[in-house]
Structure formats: structure tokens, C-alpha cells
């Protein structure tokens, strides 16, 4: 199948519209109290995130019945076809849970493995970004520009750490230290699709991050990648949504400088 404009522009608007409304959804049950359980020591599932990705799913489901799915709670694990809408229902979970007003959702079309199309929604600030490989990506109506910083001295970058900080060898405690002297500041936010969108918008310069996951990434790389920035895995080599390391930033000056800093050179 050859994907035309008009093919991306009803991925997007569809995608736009479910983000959109699964966030309604978070928003509406951000201040009450959640039942929480654990699919780790310390990786929490609400009955939100349940909500919000059997919604999701269902109008994907039922507008795209050929599509598959993958999604964080697992909906449509092992699935495979031409297309495949990958699902984070509420990235942020730990934030969420705690009443700390940083999460999102985010959704993302693959074409033939390669992410096309996302929208990921924060509904405390209602930001919705959204974009398609070729078309551009934007924040609400305005189109997304990456920082022309260079310097990493005076670079605001943001990481996060795995739910396994605690038992990993690789951690990214020392990489962390590292950027910390390195780099103007780093923020951990605890989202990192947001943390992607917002270097897509230029409020921040860089990002990185082990132990990803595809719905982490899969709309938000999109975002990047079409605002002008770079993404690679953290050697450096082509990123895919299934590797588990990231570096971006927005500009090969930037992420050159950064890749160094990680290195410890």
C-alpha cells in the first residue's frame, strides 16, 4: 500500500481525537483515589491506565479492524500486520498515582514497522502534540521547532531512570552524574514521551534514557525527528523504537557533544 497525504492526514486526525478524549478521561479521574498494583517493586498500574487503554482500543478496534495493536498494558501483544497502532494509555503512571500533574497519553501508527504518525495529550496543560512523518509536527496549531542551542554548558537536558534503578548494573546513575556536571541542568520529569515532546518544542535541548520502551517513544520520536532534531540509540547507530537506549537532541552539534559527555570524554 503506497500512504498518501490524505491516508496520514485520517491516521492523524483520528489519533488527535483518541488522544484527546483518553486524556478526558485521565483528567476527569486525576484527583480521586486510585487503586493501585504492581506489575514490579516499583512499576504501578492504576485503574485509570486500565480505562484509558480499553477505551483507546476499542476505537481502534472498531475503525480499523485489520490494524494491531501493542500497547503497555498488554492489549495485542504478539500481534503483527502492515499497520500497528503502538499505546502508552497514561505515561506517567508513578506521577499520576501520587497526584504530581506530569503525565500524557500517547498513541502512534507504525507503517511497516516505522513509526508515521503520533499524537501524545497532556490534559493538565492542554497540550496536544501531534504530527506525521512528512507533514510536519505541531503543539496545539503551532508548528514545532527544535533549539538552535549548541553548547552543552549551557544545554537544559532531561533523562529519567528505569523501574529496575535499583538491580540494573547500567543504571543511568552515572550518566546522570555525569550531564549533571556537564550540561547547564538536567530535569526528570518522569515522562518520557513528554520529555520528547517538549525537546521537539525547544523547551528543552537534549534527552536521554535506558531501558525505553516502544510506547515510550513511538509518537514523540516522530515529533523530533520532524522539528528539525536528531535521534539515535546512545552509540550513536539508528534508533529504532525496540532498542532501549535513546540520545536526541536538536542538532548534530548538541548531540555530538552530548554523546561525549556520556562517554565520559
Known amino acids: 500500500m503506497e500512504l498518501s497525504k490524505k491516508h496520514l492526514d485520517s491516521f492523524l486526525k483520528f489519533a488527535r481525537e483518541t488522544a484527546h478524549q483518553a486524556g478526558d478521561i485521565l483528567k476527569k479521574n486525576f484527583s480521586a483515589t486510585h487503586r493501585v498494583t504492581y506489575k514490579g517493586r516499583i512499576d504501578p ?22 490494524h494491531t495493536l501493542l500497547a503497555e498494558e498488554g492489549t495485542g501483544a504478539g500481534e503483527r500486520s502492515e499497520f500497528r497502532w503502538v499505546i502508552d494509555p497514561l505515561d506517567g ?34 497540550e496536544l502534540f501531534h504530527g506525521a512523518r512528512g507533514l510536519g509536527a505541531f503543539l496545539n496549531k503551532t508548528r514545532l521547532k527544535v533549539s538552535g542551542e549548541t553548547a552543552l554548558e549551557r544545554a537544559l537536558l532531561a533523562t529519567g531512570f528505569g523501574y529496575n534503578v535499583a538491580t540494573a548494573r547500567r543504571n543511568n546513575l552515572g550518566y546522570f552524574a555525569r550531564m ?86
Not at 508513578?94 to 495529550?121: K, R, T
Not at 549533571?180 to 515522562?191: D, E, L
Not at 536528531?230 to 550513536?236: C, D, L, R, Y
Request: charged share 20%.
Open 93 to 126: 503512571t508513578v506521577n499520576y498515582a501520587h497526584g504530581f500533574p506530569i503525565y500524557c497519553v500517547s498513541i502512534a501508527l507504525e507503517y511497516q514497522g516505522y513509526p508515521i504518525v503520533g499524537a501524545v495529550y497532556d490534559p493538565e496543560r492542554q
Open 180 to 265: 549533571v556536571k556537564s550540561a547547564q541542568a538536567v530535569r526528570r520529569p518522569g515522562s518520557a514521551a513528554l520529555d520528547l515532546c517538549w525537546l521537539a518544542a525547544g523547551r528543552v535541548d537534549g534527552f536521554w534514557e535506558l531501558y525505553l520502551h516502544p510506547w515510550d517513544t513511538a509518537a514523540a520520536v516522530v515529533f523530533v525527528e520532524e522539528a528539525g532534531g536528531i535521534v539515535t540509540q546512545m552509540n550513536g547507530r539508528p534508533y529504532s523504537i525496540f532498542h532501549n537506549s535513546l540520545l536526541a537532541a536538536a542538532n548534530p552539534v548538541l548531540h555530538s557533544a552530548m554523546r561525549r559527555a556520556l562517554a565520559g570524554k
Open 45 to 66: 498500574v492504576t485503574e485509570a491506565d486500565v480505562r484509558s487503554e480499553k477505551f483507546i482500543t476499542g476505537r481502534i478496534r472498531k475503525a480499523f479492524p485489520d
